[in-house]
């Protein structure tokens, strides 16, 4: 390759259904094209690996809480519990009604509405193409709208990006009283500032990469499926193809098949009553399961870990976005 010749790099971006007729935008890792960009992506996925562990030590506890809380609760309505007074199923009826409360309360404080800002800070601002990835059947145009209402309300990663600038100072004067804890607030600060700073980075490309095409932005909340080229500063020719994969559809198919399977057959023998985990055609909820097989058929990292970050959101949010 000579070396007037700009390298393309494709960036591929696969699109899933969940919650609340909702979409799931997961991004590829580029391949490296040199020793810094290689050992970057290997220092940052290892640092993201030890912080997601934490995060999902925490949770198992947490959600396993909530889980016996609602357990619990189910028991007492229906009237059966170890208890065996009156008086004691509606002391049990009290202490789950307010651990389900402080479930549901302690979800809503920390799950932030930022399904835009995961995948925005995942688009890297060195690609030259786009293409996303989605399995037939799957409604385009809404997924379409939602990238676009991503896209269109990305202003407001400026703005927090202002406001978490504002609060530097803070960190400052906390350390006066408690350094340990200054610490603590500098880094979540730094953390949110990089964080915003590259949404708004991500949110920029996809822009460029859709104003400058023949069919504008609109193309990104249109119903046809055509590849639009946008020309970018440098002189490069951008494309964003919207693929419509049969593969990537049949390997969807093969992981609900097995998964739903392997559910029935652990419901059978484990003798519960509860109903096996059926895929909703029409959409809805994705099983951890089918997640894991296509994480390790397409050697997508960290697929599963986006999909029920997401789904959380909406699931706690209601299905709100911003």
Known sequence: MSSSTPLKRTLQIYILPTLHNKFVFHSRFLKPTNKFERHATIIAFISRKWRYSVSD????????????????????????????????????????????????????????????????????????????????????????????????????????????????PLDFQIAKIHLPAANIFFVYNCFRVASHFRAMQGARLLREFFDGSESSAGEVMGTNIVDSETASSEGRRNKIVWNESKEFGELLKRAIKSVEEEDAEYVRKSAQYSASWKWESSGGDLHDDVLFKLEKDLKLAELSRTYRRARMQYFVQNGNDI
Do not use: C
């Open 57 to 168: 030590e925490f949770s198992y506890y947490w959600h396993r809480f909530g889980a016996s809380m609602i357990a619990k609760r189910q028991l007492a309505l229906a009237g059966i519990s170890e208890p065996e007074s009156d008086r004691e199923i509606g002391k049990l009826d009290f202490k789950t009604r307010v651990g389900l409360s402080l479930y549901q309360f302690g979800n809503r404080v920390t799950t932030r509405r930022a399904a835009d800002e995961y995948f925005l800070k995942t688009i890297n601002t060195a690609a030259t193409n786009i293409e996303f990835i989605y399995p037939p059947g799957l409604d385009l145009r809404a997924a379409k709208d939602q990238l676009a209402n991503w896209i269109n309300k990305s202003a407001t990663h400026r703005n927090k990006l202002l406001l978490w600038s504002l609060i530097f």
